[in-house]
């Protein structure tokens, strides 16, 4: 009840903007390829439906695997600096000069890597490169975020590497690493669309090619409704891994 | 017994970064003593436990620990429980680490939480427990390897002064069921002549052993030992001592 009771607002403000548009574009006769009033977007949703529905799936799916591909390379890369001091400073920064780069720069070459014909390949590893960093700089700050006295339990009873990482530093990197998670997943949508983008060929049938392809045909109503699955897709990803979230701090605490 | 001690800091000197340097240490611990560290903060208390624990080592001097591993247990300022793990494989950590089998180590950590009044609350995690419960698991973690060194830094400070008063009568009691030599660190002078046999004070200046004075009366203490005069008197001379060793502007 209290969280129908707190979403209402948002609902309420959605519904009274989305009235403004639709009178404002019936009343002004706003131009249908500049902009179309709400219940043509909803047209087009319904007609363009299954396309849109198989291109979101495509997207996800390319998201989807750019994030476990972000998570382990990720965490895995935080974890091995965090055994060696050296290490970290030999890989910090490169880790912010991948970060600091704009995919969108790198997507040419990437494209040229992967060929043409696996264009899909090419969004997944960019979209993998825009989620590394929040995963990588989650899993270290939360690697090295273990309570002090507890490192110095661990040094008193001389426990080996492998027991400090596996029984302290992991279990205190946990919500780190989940908070990280929940930030890339969000950038893997968005590096996934930029790179398709780029990428520009129908190969990989995502939303990107979508917004891309109803925007030249000037069909302003199926690109708002494109737009419209993605930022639907958005979120359900955020839902998705904040109730993972919730539930692992939940049963630890 | 007194004469080789079980842990000892010979001219023991610490340098920090930007700081006057602590010491030279002098701090002489035998079997089975228990010994309260006062002084002010800042004297150098922490880092002579730390010292006597190994996980600091000297600029200058020795130290003599206890000769076989795993036989020195330490409590921190704040019960230090790991959140994601319940009040059992808390306690069976130091087991644990020290390779003691999973299933053993699960049955010595449910006897030392049975020890400390917590055998029904094995399966609790951290935050459900009081102030005083934390604390009690994170004593039974450092006696679960069965100590012969336990040492104990300002453990129950943060604690109601009765829940305080609790835990030192535990403290006592787990003491002469299995006689153990303790260094304590505490700031309250009556807590420091109640709970040890012998108070050593530290010079605010340098952290030097100052005044080193033996508490009369048995361990553990008899029902109504704060009102005898022998303990009021030893509580005055503490709190002399401590002060003389305070920084002139004090």
């Known amino acids: 009840m209290n969280r129908v009771l707190s979403a209402l607002p948002g609902l309420i403000l959605t519904a009274l903007l989305l009235a403004i548009w639709e009178v404002a574009c019936r009343a002004l006769a706003v131009p249908v390829y500049f902009l179309p009033p709400p219940s043509a977007v909803a047209i087009a949703l319904v007609e363009n439906g299954p396309v849109l529905a198989a291109s979101a799936l495509q997207t996800f799916w390319m998201a989807f695997q750019a994030l476990m591909v972000a998570t382990v390379l990720g965490g895995g890369l935080a974890i091995a600096v965090s055994l060696s001091r050296p290490a970290e400073q030999a890989v910090a920064p490169l880790a912010v000069a991948l970060q600091v780069t704009p995919v969108v720069a790198i997507a040419p070459l990437v494209l040229i890597w992967a060929g043409l014909d696996h264009a899909d390949r090419a969004v997944i590893a960019l979209a993998a490169a825009v989620a590394f960093f929040p995963i990588f700089s989650g899993v270290l700050t939360g690697l090295k975020s273990a309570d002090p006295d507890l490192e110095r339990l661990f040094d008193l009873h001389g426990a080996t590497r492998l027991q400090r990482l596996t029984r302290l530093r992991l279990p205190s990197a946990l919500p780190f690493a989940l908070e990280g998670i929940r930030v890339a997943a969000g950038l893997s949508v968005v590096g996934a669309v930029v790179a398709e983008f780029v990428s520009g060929s129908g190969a990989t049938q995502g939303l990107a090619w979508r917004l891309l392809e109803a925007g030249n045909r000037l069909r302003t109503a199926e690109l708002l409704a494109a737009l419209v699955c993605l930022s639907v897709l958005g979120l359900l990803l955020n839902a998705a891994t904040t109730a993972i979230q919730r539930r692992v701090i939940a049963s630890r605490a | ?250």
């Open chain 2, 1 to 250: 017994m007194a004469d080789t001690p079980l842990a000892r800091l010979t001219g023991a000197v610490v340098r920090y970064p930007g700081r006057a340097a602590l010491g030279p240490i002098d701090l002489a611990v035998a079997t089975s003593e228990i010994v309260a560290l006062v002084g002010a903060s800042g004297a150098g208390k922490s880092t002579a436990l730390r010292m006597l624990a190994g996980l600091e080592t000297p600029a200058q001097g020795s130290i003599t620990r206890p000769e076989t591993t795993n036989s020195t247990g330490f409590v921190f300022q704040s019960a230090t429980l790991m959140p994601w793990a319940d009040a059992r494989t808390n306690v069976a950590l130091p087991l644990e680490l020290s390779g003691v089998p999973a299933a053993e180590a699960r049955r010595r950590a449910d006897e030392a939480l049975t020890a400390v009044g917590l055998g029904d609350r094995t399966t609790a995690r951290p935050r459900q427990l009081s102030g005083g419960m934390a604390m009690r698991v994170s004593l039974a973690r450092a006696l679960s390897i069965q100590p012969d060194l336990l040492l104990l830094d300002e453990p129950f400070a943060a604690l109601d002064s009765i829940t305080r008063r609790g835990l030192i009568e535990d403290l006592h009691r787990l003491w002469s069921a299995r006689p153990f030599a303790a260094v304590f660190v505490t700031h309250d002078v009556e807590e420091a002549a109640y709970l040890a046999s012998r108070v050593v004070v530290l010079s605010a200046a340098d952290g030097r052993a100052v005044a080193d004075l033996p508490m009369p009366g048995p361990l553990p203490r008899p029902a109504d030992w704060r009102r005898d005069p022998a303990f009021r008197e030893a509580v005055e001379d503490v709190a002399q001592a401590l002060a003389a060793a305070m920084p002139e502007a004090a």
